[in-house]
């Protein structure tokens, strides 16, 4: 008996699995799986249309500000209310999220193979080229030191003011960026299967 009531639990467990797989309503102790996530989902609190897909998740500044890059070449700044602070033109597509300073500067890597920076406001600093496509966001580090990881095999350091500091091959493009430890370590994995940690100075 034990066995025939164990073969009935395991059977329509089985059976409950299968309609939700095949996306049917399924009713658990008298509450649809669904109706209790829609009653303690999210609001859209509101919606902006941008120009173009964007690939990568927003990012929020020191003051509040999202940014969000997208592939129509435009990096934009939202206030937290959904009003549009400013946007600016990239050089190329942009494929990963900016990073944003202390201080409000924003920077991106683009399809066009530059390092781009911009102040709060949206004016554009500096634009630094790299060796080849950045796929991967920039870092900035404590000092202000900002890191990429480029296709090139590279890995780029430059100061705020825009000057190249140091590069480093990597052995393999970078697909992902690289982290910064509290001690200023860097860590950077590479498709060549292999991670690395290397010492800014």
Not at 66 to 83: M, N, R
């Amino acid at each position: 008996m034990k066995d025939y009531l164990r073969s009935r639990r395991i059977l329509a467990g089985c059976v409950v699995w299968l309609l939700a797989l095949a996306g049917c309503q399924v009713l658990l102790d008298g509450v649809s799986p669904s109706t209790a996530t829609m009653a303690s989902g999210g609001v859209v609190r509101w919606q902006v249309d941008l120009d173009a897909p964007a690939w990568s998740p927003p990012v929020i500044g020191p003051a509040g500000t999202i940014y969000v890059t997208t592939t129509g070449k435009t990096l934009y700044a939202f206030a937290a209310d959904g009003t549009l602070r400013w946007r600016a033109s990239l050089a190329g597509p942009a494929w990963s999220s900016p990073a944003v300073a202390s201080n409000g500067t924003v920077y991106v890597t683009t399809r066009a193979n530059v390092l781009e920076a911009f102040d709060p406001d949206g004016r554009p600093l500096w634009r630094m080229p790299l060796g080849g496509a950045a796929w991967t966001s920039p870092v900035v580090a404590a000092d202000g030191t900002i890191y990429v990881a480029a296709n090139d095999k590279q890995l780029y350091a430059f100061s705020p003011d825009g000057r190249l500091l140091w590069q480093l091959p990597l052995g393999g493009p970078a697909w992902s960026a690289p982290a910064v430890a509290p001690d200023g370590s860097l860590y950077v994995a590479s498709s060549n299967k292999s991670l690395l940690a290397i010492s800014p100075a």
